[in-house]
């Protein structure tokens, strides 16, 4: 039997709340405009959950025309991305990438709400996947991150208190393929489109993150060391490379084309 995308998800700033969609393009970077923007220090290099919890209070939305970013007790930053800015070198973990600064306006309203001193950038350039021969924007190190809705329900039957998927932050949620079927999995035909599996995720502290709060726990870590620990990594769920891109629209048909 078939599976089910059961949902989308892009994050249009890296290290901020993700956006729920019924439907999206995908490219040979990912999903449309995920990852297009980054918060950069000083040095140009990315913040992220993992320094600043607080960055999951960030709700930014983008349509391809502006960039809209709320936060608590901030009044909106309604931004019109610029393409003439200085291009500067910033850096995702050991990645040198390209990014457009967007100005002082945007620079001191996030300053504000973090309260640090930070840039926005907007992805420009090429970057590549370090495997699978894929190209993406300011996403760790690549564009796709697939989980099985049968995953977090195995995990969750561990845990004292369910979690929600968005700790995890995925691109692609799936039904039908059972608890950690997606480790299984080499290609996936997802409506029209086709992704490659190329390498479990190892998990880190932003999933301890509440994306609704800001606020940290223990979980899901310390119960993922119990039983998915492989060679001091905690994995859970597929960093995935685009085959065939196209259109997917949530309760879009999963066939496996090829197993591991």
């Given amino acids: 039997m078939p599976g089910t995308l059961l949902e989308l998800n892009t994050y249009p700033l890296k290290g901020g709340r993700g956006t729920a969609l019924s439907s999206a393009e995908l490219g040979p970077e990912g999903l449309r405009h995920d990852r297009e923007f980054m918060l950069v220090d000083a040095g140009g290099r990315f913040l992220s959950q993992r320094g600043d919890p607080r960055m999951a209070l960030l709700r930014p939305a983008f349509d391809g025309e502006i960039l809209t970013v709320t936060a ?18 910033v850096r995702v973990h050991k990645s040198d990438c390209l990014g457009v600064d967007q100005g002082d306006e945007a620079a001191a309203w996030f300053g504000e709400v973090l309260g640090r001193e930070c840039r926005l950038v907007r992805f420009t350039g090429r970057r590549e996947t370090p495997l699978g021969g894929g190209t993406l924007k300011f996403a760790d ?3 796709l991150l697939l989980i ?17 998927m968005n700790r995890f932050r995925p691109s692609l949620v799936v039904a039908g ?17 086709v992704i490659e599996a190329v390498k479990p995720c190892g998990r880190c502290l932003v999933t301890t993150t509440d994306q609704e709060t800001g606020e940290r ?3 899901p ?28 629209t949530v309760g879009d048909p999963v ?6």
């Fill in 72 to 89: 608590p007790g901030a009044a909106p930053l309604v931004h019109k991305p610029v393409d003439d800015g200085e291009v500067r070198d």
């Fill in 141 to 143: 190190a690549f564009p």
């Fill in 148 to 164: 099985s809705a049968e995953s977090l329900a195995d995990l969750n039957g561990r845990l004292a208190g369910p979690l929600p």
């Fill in 177 to 193: 393929l059972g608890a950690y079927g997606e480790d299984a999995v080499r290609l996936l035909r997802i409506g029209g489109t």
């Fill in 217 to 219: 726990g223990g979980e």
């Fill in 221 to 248: 870590l310390r119960t993922l060391a119990t039983y998915r620990k492989v060679d001091g990594s905690l994995l859970f769920g597929q960093s995935c490379v685009p085959r065939t891109p196209g259109p997917l």
């Fill in 255 to 260: 066939e496996v084309l090829e197993a591991r």
